[in-house]
């Protein structure tokens, strides 16, 4: 009866984090029909309906949404605990779910890794690469890298770095076009503009300098963009003016792919941190890796890089 219902539970916690009975049977080692069957015995044993199914799509119903809020971070944590008895206590092992974002991740996490799997060889790290803000709770992602998370009551965060967010341009936009020697000069300039993935909303170019002066530029929009990336990589080929975070554009800037323009303006950015639920029990896992990426942070000199000004 115990193993029957832990299998259920599985099943269930499963298919309604990845949103689909396949991805659930991957991640549990298991064939899509085993988890749609397992699902399907424990709605009959509960007497309820817990996902609505069609041919496209995978979703919880009414009474799924509040068994899956009841159980899934309880659950989880005794996944944790039964893993790290098995593996011996207090050992890091298991799948280590990581939202980060695209450039960032790249750049700088992912030559962390190496030195973590090959320190912890019973964790497997599963990177999900995305600019979004991600909901760790609902989404069931062990750890988050990023910038702006809303911390809730069960959310922590570990911060590694404030960022500078910086005006660049290449060499040969700035070959063909006077440079701006101060903020109302951008007036005349292309500029790359960035649409806020939570608002939609464009975002102003607003910045100050070290004596404390604060002003809002004008530019004249050729692209609007919602990707940092998609941003730094246009304003290397030429076509205009970036305000971006300085993470995203170091190494463009350090290949000599950009430069700086109006190097005395600057804005502060929202710090870059590293986030995860503060669970009574904290996984080995999660604990590893949250000191593992604090240590190579400020080993690597990565937190001076971001707020050079």
Known sequence: MLSELRSYLDAFVAAADEGSFSAAARRLGLTPAAVSKGVGQFEARLGVRLFQRSTRRLALTTDGERLYGQVRLPWTEIGDALTELRQGAGKPAGTLKIALAHTVGREYFVPMMDEFVRRYPDVLPDLYFDNRQVDLIAEGFDVAIGG?????????ARQLA??????????????????PAQPQDLARHLGLVRRSLSTGRLVPWAMKNKTGQEVVASVRPVMVLDDPEAIARAAASGMGIAMLPLPHVLPLLE???LVRVLPQWFAEALPLSIYYTSRKL????????????VEEFRTRGHAARFKQG
Do not use: C, N, W
Not at 148 to 156: A, V
Not at 162 to 179: D, E, F, G, H
Not at 282 to 293: E, I, S, W
């Open 282 to 293: 904290l996984p080995a896992k999660v604990r590893a890796f949250v000191d593992h990426v």
């Open 162 to 179: 404030r960022m500078r967010i910086v005006l660049v341009a290449s060499p040969a936009y700035l070959k063909a076009q006077p440079a």
């Open 148 to 156: 702006g998370i809303e911390l809730t009551d069960g959310l922590i």
């Open 255 to 257: 290949r000599g792919d």
